[in-house]
């Protein structure tokens, strides 16, 4: 009980108040222009939190999350141009909506769709994080290796087509977390006589730089002056009470999904809409209508992106693991705040916890009041021109990452980063196992070399949950090859029923 | 601070979009060169200076591991670039004809930029920055060129040098 009161106490302090504002401000902008991502923000503005207090800090960063989630649907709907990768799904049926007329009710569904969604998977955060932390509080050096294990592969498996590349970037990130002191011995490696290099590569300026400048450098390299204009005739906005039943399932199927993709380390809200958006399609009694303007396509693809956030806030708490790659940029900060998301927290700070979920809950409850009463300003900045955009940006990614240290060494760090960071864009390689290996890197290097010297390598595999971890490890690496295999061989089979006589000769 | 971007940039390129092809020879290159890192990192691995030899799981042992584990993943990699179809990159949009040298002088402007901020100051490298990358990217005007610059490093200046204590 003391744990809620202090929890929620922490957020009548005016400065954390502000900051949540702040946030949801930041997030809801960033959220509306496309280009710039809930992670590209999150990063960006975690070199500026560090200097305050961690629950301002998480004020900031969670609402810019949460408001994100909200102001991504706007370019969605507006111009089928996604805020962030997260509305993807929100296009297939918020455009075809606005150009019937009818944005302002595709913008209206769109808010309460997500609202419903984040508020659902919160309710699984509150009930299931710390059963979920409890159990894992039990996990010894091998357990903890399997975890960042099966992290990491389930990272690779899904952030990359290529599974080669994906476990490549998954070592390059534990690789580089080997620069610096030895996490047991305290030996030099990999410093090269550098003084700054002794305490590691600044992760903060590594992650500005991959997921920030690298796709501020793409969109430079890739321009292309588009004359998409927004939709300006937004028509009604309040949904009949016949449409509001009509939603009520595939509402609550998309929840169901939201949450458990985001649970899924590094499954984020893009797969998740994309996966509700097909659920509530084949459930649906008018499926025809999906793509051309349904309004239980658009809940389901918005319910479903929502509910992750929950989930992987779920997951990045109890378990330490990053649900999603703002989390992961999330996790650096609470590091630097001396915060060790994972099982410890739920013992450690249980207020902390209880601060958290408030944030997240107050922060959608604001975006859905921002959402609804001033939806119509927000359709003016998808008119800002690109040049105040990106220097802009890279001017606050420059301070942001400085402002970590107050030294340049760390903005170069930064842009170093951003020009890798485009190279493994353009060449398929994914950020996200880099990062998840550079924060994770020494907690699996201790654990390991701890569970080895301790009881030897037949441990991995004869404790219960390390021996199911890695199984599933496996199991997350192996399925995508698996359903490669059986997609090719359906392709060659319906390419010779196409052209039998090629088969006959 | 209402002025459009640069006519002459909007008439180079087309403007519907186009993604990116697939290349063998990227896939080589990329391939060879995690052959090439990943082998730099076992040699490196190897030498580093521990303060006391145990010939064991040592400070070397697991940068080493890493580098045997890349090494292998980077050679089946060089083998699936060269035998298998290149990976589709239709995900990505084609670079156009402006933005490899838009890429470079942004790169170089801002090497510049943090190269001058500790000789000269923040408040003079940002405006000058600012104003130099706004009109590489199409800005024109006397406001967007000089207004726009000095609102923005105004902007960051006062708050974190002034209220957080941040020294630019």
Partial sequence: ?505 | MGTTAHPQAVAQDPPESSAARPSRSLEICCAATALAATGALVLLAKGIEVRRETDGIDPRWWPELLGMIGLALAAAYLVVAVVRPPFPRTDLEAATRRGWPLLVATVSLTAAFVALWPLVGFAVAAPVFLSAMTYLVGGRGWRTLLIYPAVVTALVYLPFHTLLKVPL
């Fill in chain 1, 1 to 505: 009980m003391n744990a809620i009161v202090e929890g929620l106490d922490a957020l009548l302090d005016p400065t954390a108040a502000l900051c949540l504002l702040a946030g949801l401000l930041v997030g809801t902008l960033v959220g509306a222009l496309p280009g710039i991502t809930g992670t590209m923000a999150v990063a960006l503005a975690s070199g500026f939190t560090l200097t305050l207090d961690p629950v301002s800090g998480l004020a900031v960063l969670l609402a810019i999350y949460v408001g994100a989630n909200f102001g991504d649907r706007i370019p969605s709907i507006l111009v089928n141009t996604p805020g962030t990768p997260a509305s993807i799904a929100t296009t297939f049926d918020g455009y075809p909506l606005a150009k019937q007329g009818k944005a302002g009710l595709a913008l209206v569904i769109s808010t309460l769709a997500t609202t419903g969604g984040i508020l659902v998977s919160m309710v699984v955060f509150v009930l299931a994080a710390q059963p979920i932390a409890r159990f894992a509080l039990e996990f010894g050096p091998a357990e903890m290796f399997s975890l960042v294990v099966f992290g990491l592969t389930v990272m690779v498996s899904v952030s990359s087509r290529s599974l080669l590349k994906g476990l490549l970037a998954g070592v390059a990130g534990l690789a580089i977390a080997t620069i610096g002191r030895d996490p047991i011995t305290g030996d030099k490696r990999f410093v090269f006589g550098i003084d700054d290099l002794n305490s590691g590569l600044p992760f903060i300026a590594v992650i500005i730089g991959l997921f920030g400048v690298a796709e501020l450098f793409d969109q430079l390299l890739t321009y292309r002056p588009g004359n998409a204009k927004p939709i300006s005739s937004l028509g009604r906005w309040w949904p009949k009470r016949t449409e509001y039943k009509q939603l009520a399932r595939p509402f609550a199927v998309s929840s169901a999904i939201g949450t458990v993709v985001g649970a899924l380390p590094a499954a984020g809200g893009d797969i998740a809409g994309l996966v509700g958006w097909d659920r509530a399609k084949r459930m649906s009694r008018k499926p025809e209508k999906f793509g051309e303007g349904s309004l239980e396509g658009l809940t389901a693809a918005d319910t479903a992106s929502g509910a992750t956030l929950g989930g992987s806030l779920t997951t990045t708490m109890a378990l330490g693991i990053p649900g999603d790659s703002v989390m992961a940029v999330m996790l650096g900060s609470m590091v630097i705040w001396g915060l060790q998301p994972g099982p410890s927290l739920f013992a450690d700070s249980p207020d902390l916890i209880v601060t958290i979920a408030a944030i997240m809950i107050i922060a959608t409850l604001l975006s859905l009041v921002v959402g609804l009463v001033r939806m119509r300003g927000m359709v003016r900045l998808l008119d800002l021109p690109p040049h105040y955009l990106w220097t802009g940006v890279l001017l606050f990614c420059t301070i942001g990452t400085y402002a970590t240290t107050n030294s340049t060494y760390t903005v170069w760090v930064m842009l170093a980063s951003g020009v890798v960071g485009l190279i493994m864009k353009r060449t398929g390689f994914p950020a996200g196992p880099v990062v998840l290996g550079l924060l994770l890197g020494p907690l699996a290097e201790a654990n390991l070399r701890r569970a080895l010297i301790i009881d030897g390598p037949s441990i991995l595999v004869t404790q219960p949950v390390s021996a199911a971890l890695l199984a599933l490890a496996a199991i997350g690496l192996v399925t995508p090859l698996l359903a490669r295999a059986r997609k090719t061989r359906r392709t060659r089979s319906a390419n010779a029923m196409d052209e039998p006589g090629r088969v006959r000769s």
